[in-house]
């Protein structure tokens, strides 16, 4: 993972995501990404299927209107043509950030950090704005 800090946007992945995102039309790019965190099993989730998912997730609550301080401008820019967020969007996002916070490789990444409490207080700070 090329991470260069602990926030959500702060990882290669989830940046290659945020030009899928502002390229992207209606949905789906955000779908895609929750489709990679599969809720029925109990799979182990690699990092940057879980750097994504993040990365969606932000984007839903800012559509919501609850974003985080530094917001890409792609994302900001998305956010200004998106229509309001479906509730199973909203669902989708919620459960993605639970199931990566509890039990992950981007976790058991981040654990082993100097900087766990700073990911940790994010993701909290993330589910949040979701609810």
Known sequence: MGAWGPGSFENDDAMDWVVALAVGSGDSVLREAFARISFNNDRYLEAPDCAIAIAAAEAVAAARGRPMRSLPEEVSGWVQKKPAVSTD???????????????????????????ADEWRTGMNDLRRRLD
């Open 89 to 115: 969007l909203l669902g989708l996002a919620r459960a993605a950030v639970d199931r990566i916070a509890s039990k992950s490789e981007l976790k058991d990444l981040w654990d082993e950090s100097e900087s």
